[in-house]
């Protein structure tokens, strides 16, 4: 299993981007979570397999209809074993 840290730029807030990532993440089996940033962005941790989390950065890539997304910044990390995906307000520290 491979973690990502996903950050996407662009017109990709107010757009439903966030009920959209779970939307996929849930029918591919990814998990993790995605949240609005202050700057604009939106924040993702997904988890899953090569091919699954592949398809996900897809639809990162694309966005839902109305989203405009100009960058996309993917960075692996160790695994935090999320159960399932959510959406957050913020991120919260362990």
């Known amino acids: 299993m491979k973690h990502l840290q996903v950050s996407v ?13 779970k939307a996929v993440a849930d029918v591919l089996g990814v998990k993790g ?8 962005s939106v924040y993702i941790e997904a988890e ?4 699954s989390l592949e398809e996900f950065l897809d639809f990162c890539r694309q ?6 997304v100009e960058k996309v910044v993917i960075n692996e990390a160790e695994p935090k074993n ?3 995906f959510e959406i957050k307000k913020k991120l ?3």
């Open 9 to 21: 730029y662009g017109k990709v807030q107010g757009v439903f981007f966030r009920a959209s990532a």
């Open 33 to 40: 979570l995605v949240l609005n940033q202050p700057d604009g």
């Open 48 to 51: 899953g397999d090569d091919f």
């Open 63 to 68: 966005g839902p209809e109305k989203a405009q």
């Open 82 to 84: 999320y159960r399932n």
């Open 92 to 94: 919260v520290s362990p």
